[in-house]
C-alpha cells in the first residue's frame, strides 16, 4: 500500500499477478517433478527385476548345460543301449530347454528378450530421471523469483523485479525442456 486511505500502487498490482503467475508454474513444476520422480523410480524397479529374471535364466540355462555335458560324459561310458538312449533324450531335453532360456520370443522371456526389456526400462527410467532433474531446477528458479518480486514490492528496486521475471522465464524454459526435450539438455 502506498499514499494515503489504502490506495494500492498499480505497480504492485501487476508484480502480486507476477507473483500469482511463477506460483503456478511452480505448482505446475512441482506436480511433474514428482510425477517424474516415481516414474523413475518405478522404471528402476522394473529394470531391476527384469534383470534378476534375467540372472535366474542364465543360471538355470548354465545348469542345464552343465549337467548336459556331465551326462555325456557319462553316455559315453555307458554299456546299455537303453540306458545310452535315456541319457541321450536326457541331454536333448536339457539342451533345448536351455536354448529356451537363451531366446523365447513368444514369451519374452528370453535371456535375449529379458535383457532387451530390461535395457529399454533403464532408458525410460533415465529419460524420467532427466524430465525429474530439470523440473528441480524449474523449481529452484520459480521459488528465487517469487522471493525476488515479493522483495521488489518491499523495497521497490527495479533490479530484483527483472530479475524476477529473468528467473521466471528460466524456470518456464525448464519446465518445458523437461516435459519436451529431458534428455536433450544435459546439466551435470
Do not use: C
Not at 503467475?21 to 523410480?41: D, I, P, R, Y
Not at 536351455?98 to 529379458?114: F, I, M, N, V, W
Not at 532427466?130 to 521497490?156: C, D, F, K
Request: glycine letters at 6%; zero cysteines.
Amino acid at each position: 500500500m502506498s499514499g494515503h486511505g489504502g490506495h494500492v500502487d498499480p505497480s504492485n498490482r501487476r508484480v502480486a499477478l507476477l507473483i500469482a503467475v511463477l506460483a503456478a508454474g511452480l505448482a505446475f513444476s512441482e506436480t511433474l517433478g514428482k510425477s517424474a520422480q516415481t516414474a523413475s523410480l518405478s522404471r528402476n524397479i522394473e529394470a531391476s527385476n527384469l534383470w534378476s529374471f534375467f540372472q535366474a535364466k542364465t543360471i538355470r540355462m548354465t545348469t542345464l548345460r552343465t549337467a548336459a555335458e556331465a551326462l555325456e560324459v557319462d553316455a559315453s561310458r555307458a554299456q546299455d543301449a537303453q540306458s545310452k538312449e535315456a541319457m541321450q533324450k536326457r541331454i536333448a531335453g536339457w539342451r533345448k530347454s536351455a536354448a529356451r532360456y537363451e531366446s523365447e520370443p513368444d514369451t519374452g522371456e528370453g535371456r535375449k528378450e529379458l535383457a532387451a526389456r530390461a535395457k529399454a526400462a533403464e532408458k525410460r527410467r533415465d529419460v524420467a530421471l532427466a524430465a525429474y532433474h530439470h523440473y528441480e531446477m524449474s523449481s529452484a528458479a520459480l521459488q528465487l523469483a517469487i522471493v525476488l518480486a515479493t522483495a521488489n514490492v518491499i523495497t521497490g528496486v527495479a533490479f530484483l523485479l527483472w530479475s524476477s521475471f529473468g528467473l521466471g522465464a528460466i524456470g518456464i524454459a525448464f519446465i518445458l525442456i523437461g516435459h519436451f526435450a529431458p534428455t536433450a539438455v544435459h546439466l551435470f
